[in-house]
């Protein structure tokens, strides 16, 4: 079945700093890869998804990049804010989602 | 609009007890689902639904069972609790046509005992 796979599980970074989440997939008919974000606490809400017909996608700091011949994409997050500081979770699939490992993101002021 | 509601947020159960997960969206949503949430494993499917008086297995059915009979509500059951089912359990909607936004409730933690 559909595998995903993410790294790093932690990531630290100073404030202002870039951040970049990868990830990689096995089924090669997937075509939706969205990015959630879950605050201590809460649910995963979504920040950014992308569809298989384009290679990239910003949205003010964060953009999202696919490269769907090595199977593989990832979160990029410009100018961390302590804000941002939060559990990522990349998934792809349409009806039965597989989500990756997560994430923790920590953002250091 | 209250978006996804789960209930109860914290539950203690013994071993062999039952319970359900309520799970109740008003965004006419077809598609609802049930997650597991355990460290270091992520997010697992548990079972999900495209509509009304259909629904299917996930990754980790086992143990779950899951109804639907009206857009509104998807209740998840626990028949037999194991401590292997100690976990946070999260419902989540969409729209059904095709892959979008899942739309999350604020999750249920449950400690089986």
């Avoid at chain 1, 089924?27 to 979504?46: C, I, M, R, T, V």
Wanted: charged share 20%.
């Amino acid at each position: 079945g559909e595998n995903v796979e993410q790294h790093p599980s932690t990531l630290s970074v100073q404030e202002g700093d870039s951040a970049v989440i990868k990830c990689t997939y096995s089924d090669s008919a997937s075509n939706y890869f969205p990015w959630y974000k879950q605050e201590l606490g809460k649910g995963p809400q979504l920040i950014i998804d992308i569809r298989s017909n384009v290679g990239e996608k910003k949205d003010q700091r964060i953009a999202v990049t696919l490269n769907k011949t090595a199977k593989h994409f990832s979160l990029h997050i410009t100018e961390t804010q302590p804000e941002d500081s939060a559990v990522y979770f990349c998934a792809t699939g349409t009806y039965k989602y597989i989500f990756g490992t997560g994430t923790r993101l920590k953002v250091l002021a | 609009n209250a978006g996804v509601t789960q209930t109860p947020k914290f539950q203690v159960l013994k071993t062999g007890q039952s319970m359900t997960l309520q799970c109740a969206q008003d965004m006419n949503h077809e598609y609802m689902s049930w997650y597991r949430q355990d460290p270091g494993m992520g997010l697992r499917l548990i079972h999900y639904s495209v509509g009304a008086g259909i629904t299917d297995q996930g990754e980790v059915p086992n143990g779950y069972n899951v109804s639907r009979s009206t857009t509104e509500d998807f209740p998840l059951r626990l028949l037999s609790a194991a401590p292997s089912q100690t976990s946070v359990y999260f419902c989540a909607s969409s729209w059904t046509e095709g892959p979008g936004e899942l739309f999350f409730g604020e999750g249920s933690r449950l400690t089986v005992l």
